[in-house]
Structure formats: structure tokens, C-alpha cells
């Protein structure tokens, strides 16, 4: 860059200026806990703040619908080559603005108003796009969905396959926003082939621990997969899907012109940077240490008598149903958020409350791994969570106003031994 840019925009604005200061500062002194978020690095933001933003890019390399698209071009093909390298896939579309819009376009390639699809319950872990009745999916197309087991909180693929050879979908849908444990792609893929269904994994939680060798991949078993470029891939807010050679131009043609304009360029350098970065030995590392992670942390909150959805986790991602604890998901986020320790608030299995009052937690480890935190901080952290968490089922407000602030100071000095990637350098 030829200029500096937050000098620029601290002299055109420094309202905004200081709101992301403010944020820079929140995101270095909290605990990012929350299993979707993630840093970037240095290289990523620099990318996705660049001149690229100012090109229009209708169309594909080689076949677009303006001038001047030479290092466009370029660009886009070097982020669909690393993404071909780097999940094995034959063919990937790195233009969706987002996660959502990848899995409409799945459903555009392939699918017709009225189809029957299906997908995961929401409230059992499912993503809103997977047929969910307050999503167009839900809508648009008539969707059946699988749970989990109220006895294990899994997916029962035996109940999987009574569904889908009763409904016959068109598309089937395995992946999702809340499930803590590994996804048999394999059996998916058994159950989608003896029903003639198109199979999509949606990975957009676990695609880092996908191409870092911590979870299986669903290459060689889905005919379509999605997923966002942030999340466990530390990349910047986008998403991609990954398809056989088969389903390459339905795909491609859904995508544009079936759902989006032009492309946002400036976000394909950042994703070809962090697909560049996931390319490194480091990143397996990485990935091995975001399950690690989870895994104690699991263990630290089982031994303080959390309850967790599944019994633990085989990924990232932690599910606890605070209904023992004798308090709600909300009320405990909003306490956990005062003392440093940022979760969100989330649907269990089989709960009994509203959605936006939801009995349960999700947390997770990819944010805490990336500052370079280990298990010992796991430790630390699920200590922290019992006792703020204890404090906000009380009723005594002065002793739950103490206890936050007390982790607050802790989480204070503990971030500030971890510096935090894309801030600090």
C-alpha cells in the first residue's frame, strides 16, 4: 500500500477511526470463545484492504462482462488453484459473498422450487439454509430433516437413511452450525447414493480442520461442498464451494448470474493469502492444537459437572446445556462477555426454551489457539466459565458483579502474554 490507511481514515473520520481502534483493543484484552470467529492474519487483512475493491468482475477468468480484467483474472485463478491444491477438489467457485449464498447455490444447481431436501434440524445443530422453516430453504423447497439422539446427542444415520428412503430427497445435507462431533461423510454418502440424492457437506466450521488433517474430509464422498473462509480456515469472510467435475458448471452458472453480481475481489486476494497460509506445515499444527484444545477444555468442564451435548467434543466445537446449573444460556453469555470470556448463547437438543432463551452455551478453541494458547490456558479457562457461570445462577448480584470483575483483571493479564494475530503483528 502506498499510503497509510488508518492515517487516511483517522483525518476523513475519526468517529469511525476510533470504533476500530476500540474493537482492536476489545479483541486483544477478550477471550474470543465463540467457535464461528477467528483472527486473521496480518497479510489477510492487508489484502482484503486494497484497491481490489474498486473493480467490478461479473463473470469468470477469461469470460467476464468488463474491461480492464487482466490481474483480476490473475487473482481468481490463483484462489481457485490453491483451493483445488489444498481440499483435492476438481473443480471450486471462491465467489460467494458468503456461507448462506454458497448453500442457496447448491440448491439453485441442482434442485426446483418444491423439491423435497434435507438437512439437519436447526435446533439440533443445523444451519438455517439446510431447510429450516424461517429460512427461503424452508420455503422455497419442501424440507424434511433428521435430529440427534435424545440418549447420545448424535446423529443416528440409521434414522438418516429411514428418512430419506421414506421422503426421497432431492439433495441431502450433512454439516452443520452446532455439532461437536466428527461427520461420517462416508455414511452420508451411502445413505444420498441408495436414494439417488445429490450429497453436500457443509463444512464452513471444520473446512481448517479439514485441510489441516484433524477432521476427514469430505472430498471423494460429497458431490458439493460449501463453506465460508473464515471460521477454523482464518481467512477472510467469504466462502466456497468445492465440486466434482460433474457438478462444476451448474454450480458456477448458480452462482453467477443465478444468485450474484460481481464478485468482491478485494475478499478473493484474502482468502487466496489465508489459503496460501493453509498451505504451510504450521497449519496442521495449528489445526492438531484447536482439538487439543477442545478436548481439555471438554474434560475441564465435564470434571466441574457441566453438562455437555454428546459427552464431549471431537472438534472445536463445545455444546453445554446449562439446565443443571440452574441458569439459562443468555444470562450466562452476558455474564461471561462482563468478565472477558465471549461466548453466545444457543439451542440444545430437545430444549424446552425459546431460541433467543436458549438453555445452552457454544464455544470453542480455534480464536484462543491462534493466539498461540495451549492447554494449560484451557484449563484456566474452563475454571473461569464455572465460576462466572456458578455466580450468574445466584441470586446475590453484588457477589456475581465481584466474580466478574475479579476474571475480568485474570483475562486481562492472560491476553496480555498471547499476542493476538492481525493486531499485534
Known amino acids: 500500500m502506498t499510503t497509510n490507511a488508518r492515517a487516511a481514515l483517522q483525518s476523513a473520520d475519526p468517529e469511525v477511526a476510533a470504533l476500530i481502534t476500540a474493537e482492536e483493543e476489545r479483541q486483544q484484552q477478550t477471550l474470543k470463545l ?24 461479473e463473470g469468470y477468468p477469461g469470460r467476464r462482462y468488463y474491461e480492464g480484467q487482466q490481474v483480476i483474472d490473475q487473482l481468481e485463478t490463483l484462489a481457485v488453484e490453491r483451493a483445488k491444491a489444498l481440499f483435492g477438489a476438481d473443480h471450486a467457485n471462491v465467489q460467494p459473498y458468503s456461507g448462506s449464498p454458497a448453500n442457496l447455490a447448491a440448491y439453485l444447481a441442482v434442485a426446483s422450487a418444491g ?19 424461517v429460512s427461503a430453504t424452508g420455503t422455497w423447497f419442501r424440507a424434511v430433516q433428521y435430529d440427534v439422539r435424545r440418549d447420545t446427542g448424535r446423529i443416528d444415520l440409521d434414522q438418516v437413511r429411514e428418512l430419506a428412503l421414506a421422503e426421497r430427497p432431492k439433495l441431502i445435507f450433512c454439516g452443520g452450525t452446532a455439532i461437536p462431533r466428527t461427520i461420517d461423510f462416508a455414511g452420508f454418502a451411502a445413505v444420498a447414493q441408495e436414494v439417488g440424492a445429490v450429497l453436500v457437506a457443509d463444512i464452513a466450521h471444520i473446512a481448517g480442520l479439514v485441510v489441516g488433517g484433524a477432521h476427514p474430509t469430505p472430498i471423494g464422498h460429497a458431490d458439493i461442498v460449501t463453506t465460508t473462509t473464515h471460521k477454523t480456515l482464518r481467512g477472510p469472510r467469504g466462502a466456497m464451494i468445492l465440486t466434482t467435475e460433474e457438478y462444476a458448471k451448474p454450480i458456477d452458472k448458480a452462482v453467477f448470474p443465478g444468485l450474484q453480481g460481481g464478485p468482491h475481489n478485494h475478499t478473493t486476494a484474502g482468502i487466496a493469502v489465508a489459503l496460501g497460509e493453509a498451505a504451510q506445515p504450521e ?11 477442545a478436548a481439555v477444555l471438554a474434560d475441564e468442564l465435564l470434571a466441574r459437572g457441566f453438562d455437555l451435548v454428546s459427552g464431549g467434543t471431537d472438534n472445536h466445537l463445545i455444546l453445554i446445556d446449562l439446565t443443571s446449573k440452574g441458569v439459562a444460556g443468555k444470562p450466562a453469555a452476558k455474564a461471561l462477555d ?9 439451542t ?18 480455534p480464536a484462543l489457539t491462534s493466539r498461540g494458547m495451549g492447554e494449560p490456558e484451557m484449563r484456566e479457562v474452563g475454571r473461569w466459565l464455572d465460576e462466572v457461570v456458578a455466580a450468574a445462577a445466584g441470586s446475590d448480584s453484588d457477589e456475581l458483579d465481584a466474580v466478574v470483575a475479579r ?3 485474570e483475562v486481562t493479564e492472560l491476553t496480555g502474554r498471547f499476542p493476538t494475530p492481525g493486531v499485534d503483528g
Do not use: C
Not at 462482563?338 to 444457543?346: P, R, S
Open 407 to 409: 476474571v475480568r483483571g
Open 348 to 365: 440444545v437438543p430437545y430444549d424446552p426454551r425459546k431460541p433467543f432463551d436458549p438453555s445452552g452455551l457454544r464455544l470453542g478453541t
Open 338 to 346: 462482563l468478565a472477558g470470556l465471549e461466548t453466545n448463547y444457543n
Open 34 to 57: 465463540i467457535p464461528s470467529e477467528n483472527y486473521v492474519s496480518a497479510a489477510v487483512l492487508e489484502a482484503t484492504g486494497t484497491v481490489l475493491t474498486n473493480k467490478y468482475s
Open 115 to 133: 423439491d423435497t431436501v434435507m438437512g439437519m434440524s436447526l435446533p439440533m445443530g443445523g444451519h438455517l439454509t439446510h431447510g429450516w422453516k
Open 283 to 293: 497449519f496442521k499444527d495449528y489445526a492438531h492444537q484447536v482439538v487439543a484444545n
